[in-house]
């Protein structure tokens, strides 16, 4: 399958002022308050992934976007019987909760799931794991193309992931807003190991409207060994959870 060089954004303004959105997502004097979830500090400096990610974005990406997720995540189960319940567990029955708890458990957990499937030193792709790849795709490239043409196609906001399925095959699928492939809600559920985040806030400042050259330097980055590591846990029925 070859990339396609479309814009997924016309039409679309949801995202279209990150800045703005920054400004609105802005937190008040105790950032983390004592609670029942962690919020991770970035496994690299803010700097270190450049020039494919610069540390302007980092700061606000992390610092404003993901830190205003926890936030109203922690806000939407306050009080609330699954306070403290394991992230996947309140995604499989995520239909039986609210909007904010949909939304802001996505945005907490999808972040989380980022930026620790990138690094500075990506490391080497395990030899099962290029193996499930090749069968289950056709070849590597085959597998760059396809998750290639889901990040540049998902139309607005959204995330590509790969996943393992239930029966331990591979597949690309994307999902829009916050949405991610453990939820009851989606189309096509599984465990996920590699995720992008193609939210304008992830990229708008620095590439502007060049959504694929953001994908494509995406490849120069990633964590292969944890990816690895996600996908033999995966083979055994375990999420990677904060």
Same mark, same amino acid.
């Given at each position: 399958m070859s990339c396609q060089n479309t814009d997924p954004h016309e039409g679309h303004d949801h995202d279209a002022n990150p800045e703005e959105e920054v400004k609105n997502m802005t937190l008040t004097a105790d950032d983390l308050e004592e609670s029942l979830y962690a919020f991770p500090d970035l496994p690299y400096a803010a700097d270190a992934l450049e020039p494919y990610i610069d540390a302007h974005i980092? =700061?606000?990406h992390y610092d404003k976007h993901h830190k205003g997720y926890f936030k109203k995540f922690l806000a939407a189960v306050e009080g609330k019987d699954i306070n403290g319940m394991a992230l #996947? =567990? *309140?995604f499989a029955h995520v239909s039986d909760h609210s909007v904010a708890v949909r939304n802001n458990a996505g945005g907490y957990? &999808?972040?989380w799931m980022f930026w620790t499937n990138l690094s500075p030193e990506p490391g080497e792709i395990s030899e099962s794991l290029?193996?499930? *790849? =090749?069968e289950d795709f056709g070849s590597f490239e085959a597998f760059q193309d396809e998750f290639n043409l889901a990040a540049k196609t998902q139309f607005g906001s959204g995330w590509a992931w790969l996943i393992v399925l239930?029966?331990?095959h591979l597949a690309v699928v994307s999902t829009p807003n916050q949405d991610n492939p453990?939820? &009851?809600v989606v189309p096509e559920q599984g465990i996920p190991i590699l995720a992008l985040d193609v939210w304008e806030h992830a990229y708008y400042l620095q590439y502007e409207n060049r959504r694929g050259d953001y994908v494509s330097n995406f490849w120069e *980055? *990633? #964590?292969w060994e944890t990816v690895s590591e996600r996908y033999e846990m995966a083979l055994e029925g375990h999420v990677y959870n904060p």
């Open positions: 980092m =700061e606000l #996947d =567990e *309140i957990y &999808n972040h290029r193996t499930a *790849i =090749e239930p029966g331990n453990l939820m &009851n *980055i *990633i #964590d």
